[in-house]
C-alpha cells in the first residue's frame, strides 16, 4: 500500500512541474516589441507580404513576420480596417478578452488544486501508519490473551462423580493406569493411544468424563474448546495449538481436553477456510510429534464423528472411540440418585427415572434442579415426585431434542429394537448393544465383505418393521431411518459390488433383493417369536439389551 501511494505522489508531483513549466515559459517568453501606429499599417497595408499573422488580444494587437512579433495598441488600429484589408495576405485571430489574465488564473487555480492533493495523500499515509500500527497491537494483545487461557487444572471430579457409563469407565481405565504408571508400560514397550475420541450427542457427560479421567490419574488438565483457537489473524489458531501441547509436554503427564473438536476438524473439502486449516494441520503435526509414552494423553469430544477429516482418525492420532450414548434406565437412576444427593427428598427415583426417557446427564441435572426451585417456591421442606412431574414439561419444552416415549410408544419401540437384537444374533451380525432410545443399528465388521455378511445386516435393518407390522398390522415412522439404510444397502449390494450374476444391474434386482430378504426375516422372526417377546420385555425394563444378553435368552429357549 505504501509503495502504491509514493508512486501516485511520484506522477502527481512529476505532472505538476510539467505545467508549471509551461505556464512559466509561456507568460515570461521574451516580450513582443511595441510599435508605432504608422510603422503598424506600414506592416498591415504594405504590399510586400512580409506579415504573416495578426492576433487581436486585448488591449493589444500583436503582428508576427517572418522575423519577429510587434504589438500595438488595439484602440490605435479601426478593427473594420484591419479586417476587410486582411483578405488573403495575413490571418487574424480575434479574442474579446485577453487570455494573459486567465492564464494566470488557471495557473493559480491548478497550483491550489495541487497541493490540496499533496495534503490529502499526506493525511492518507498517516490514517494508514495509524492502523497498521493498532493491528500490530491487537495481534500482539491477542497473543498475549491466548498465553493467558492455557493453564493447568487440578480436576476435583473423579468417577465417583459420575453415574452410569459402566462401559465407559472400564474402557478408559487402562488410560488412568497409563498416566498413573507410565514407567510400566514403557518398560514393556507398549505404546499407548495418543488420542481418545469421546463421540456422542450432545449433553451426555463427555466433558465431565475427561475431567473424571484427569481427576482419577490426579494429572494437570489443560481444557480448550476447538472454537477458541480459529482466530481472526491467520496463524493464531496454529501458534496457540503449538504452546498448549508445548506448556502439556512440560508438566507430563497431563492431559490435552479439546472440545466441540468439529470446529476445526472438519473434513477440509469443498469451502476452506484458510485460518481452520492451518489450525488443524498444526493439531495432525503435534500428534504426530508425540513421542511414545511421552505421558501427554489427548482427549477430544465431538457430536459428529462423520464430519470430522479422515487424518484425524487414522492410527497415531484419535485412533480410539469412546462412544457415550444417551442413559438407560440403570443410568438414569444412578444420575438422579447422583444429583438428588445432599437435598432433601422423597422422590421415587425409579418412577422418575421410567418417564425420562431420552433425558441425557444435562437434562436430568436441570430437571432437579428445577424441582428443588419448584418446592422453594411453595415453602416445601421436601422434593417430592410430584414436583419433579410438575417441571418436567418445563424442561421438556426448553430441550428440543430430547426424545420421550408414552408407555405405547414404549412398548412399540422394544419390540422393533428386540427384534433388530434377536435377528442379529442369531444371524451371528456383531453389535455391542441395542437400546429403546437408539437412533440407528450400527454393526462393526470388517473391510472385506461378503455378499451373505451384507444380505444378514440388510435383514438386521428390516427386521424392526417386519415385527411391528405383524404384531400390530400397522406400519410405524421410527423405521425410517433403518428403511433408509437398507435402500443404500442394496444398492451397494447390487450395483456398487456388482454381487449378481450379470454385471450390468437393474431397479428390478435391487427390489428383489429387499423382498427375498424381508420373505426369509418374515420367516425367522415366526419361529423366534418367543425369543423377541422376552428380549421386548427385558428392553421395557432396562432399555438396553448387549449381545451377550440377547445370545444368553435365545439359549435359555433352545
Known amino acids: 500500500m505504501w509503495q502504491t501511494t509514493s508512486k501516485n505522489t511520484k506522477i502527481i508531483l512529476a505532472s505538476f512541474f510539467l505545467l508549471l513549466g509551461i505556464l512559466l515559459y509561456s507568460n515570461f517568453k521574451k516580450s513582443p516589441e511595441l510599435i508605432s501606429k504608422n510603422r503598424a499599417e506600414s506592416l498591415l497595408f504594405n504590399r510586400d507580404n512580409s506579415l504573416k499573422k495578426v492576433m487581436v488580444k486585448p488591449p493589444y494587437i500583436y503582428l508576427t513576420t517572418e522575423s519577429a512579433t510587434y504589438k500595438i495598441a488595439a484602440d490605435a488600429i479601426e478593427k473594420e480596417k484591419l479586417f476587410s484589408n486582411s483578405k488573403d495576405k495575413y490571418l487574424v485571430e480575434y479574442y474579446e478578452e485577453s487570455t494573459e489574465t486567465m492564464d494566470m488564473i488557471l495557473f493559480v487555480l491548478l497550483l491550489f488544486i495541487m497541493l490540496y492533493v499533496l495534503y490529502i495523500m499526506r493525511e492518507s499515509r498517516a490514517t494508514q501508519t495509524k492502523l497498521i500500527e493498532k493491528q500490530k497491537h491487537e495481534a500482539a494483545k491477542q497473543q498475549d490473551i491466548g498465553k493467558l487461557n492455557i493453564v493447568a487444572q487440578r480436576s476435583a471430579i473423579d468417577f465417583s462423580d459420575v453415574a452410569g457409563l459402566k462401559d465407559v469407565k472400564e474402557e478408559l481405565d487402562e488410560i488412568i493406569d497409563f498416566l498413573r504408571n507410565p514407567d510400566k508400560y514403557r518398560e514393556h514397550g507398549i505404546r499407548l493411544p495418543k488420542g481418545v475420541l469421546l463421540v456422542g450427542p450432545p449433553g451426555v457427560g463427555k466433558t465431565l468424563v475427561a475431567k473424571a479421567v484427569a481427576g482419577e490419574a490426579n494429572v494437570p488438565f489443560f481444557y480448550q474448546s476447538a472454537a477458541s483457537f480459529v482466530q481472526i489473524y491467520v496463524g493464531m489458531g496454529a501458534k496457540r495449538v503449538s504452546e498448549l501441547f508445548a506448556k502439556a509436554k512440560e508438566m507430563a503427564p497431563s492431559i490435552i481436553f479439546i472440545d466441540e473438536l468439529d470446529a476445526v476438524g472438519k473434513s477440509r473439502g469443498g469451502q476452506s477456510n484458510e485460518e481452520r486449516e492451518a489450525t488443524l494441520n498444526q493439531l495432525l503435526t503435534e500428534m504426530d510429534g508425540f513421542e511414545e509414552s511421552s505421558g501427554v494423553m489427548v482427549i477430544a469430544a465431538s457430536n459428529k464423528i462423520e464430519v470430522l477429516d479422515e487424518a484425524l482418525l487414522r492410527a497415531g492420532r484419535f485412533d480410539r472411540r469412546v462412544h457415550i450414548g444417551l442413559p438407560d434406565f440403570g443410568e438414569r437412576v444412578s444420575t438422579l440418585n447422583l444429583y438428588l444427593k445432599g437435598k432433601k427428598h422423597n422422590v421415587n427415583v425409579k418412577c422418575i427415572a421410567n418417564m425420562t426417557i431420552g433425558f441425557n446427564s444435562a437434562a436430568l441435572a436441570t430437571l432437579v434442579n ?155 422372526l415366526s419361529k423366534l417369536a418367543l425369543v423377541v417377546e422376552n428380549v421386548s420385555n427385558y428392553l421395557l425394563e432396562n432399555e438396553s439389551i448387549t449381545a451377550t444378553e440377547t445370545k444368553r435368552i435365545i439359549d435359555d429357549l433352545f
Do not use: C
Open 370 to 524: 428445577e424441582a428443588a426451585l419448584y418446592t422453594l417456591r411453595l415453602n416445601k421442606e421436601f422434593i417430592e415426585t410430584i414436583d419433579v412431574e410438575s417441571v418436567k414439561e418445563k424442561v421438556l419444552l426448553g430441550k428440543h431434542k430430547i426424545k420421550t416415549y408414552s408407555d405405547e410408544e414404549r412398548k412399540i419401540q422394544s419390540l422393533y429394537q428386540a427384534a433388530k437384537a434377536v435377528t442379529a444374533s442369531w444371524l451371528e451380525v456383531e453389535y455391542e448393544k441395542v437400546g429403546i432410545v437408539s437412533s440407528s443399528f450400527i454393526p462393526h465388521h470388517n473391510e472385506i465383505l461378503s455378499k451373505t455378511v451384507l444380505e444378514n445386516e440388510l435383514k438386521v435393518l428390516l427386521a424392526g418393521r417386519i415385527a411391528t407390522q405383524k404384531v400390530y398390522s400397522e406400519l410405524f415412522s421410527n423405521a425410517k431411518e433403518d428403511i433408509k439404510l437398507a435402500k443404500l444397502l442394496s444398492h451397494k449390494i447390487i450395483e456398487e459390488f456388482a454381487m449378481t450374476e450379470e454385471y450390468f444391474a437393474s431397479p428390478h434386482q435391487v427390489q428383489e433383493l429387499l423382498e427375498n430378504a424381508n420373505d426369509e426375516v418374515t420367516s425367522l
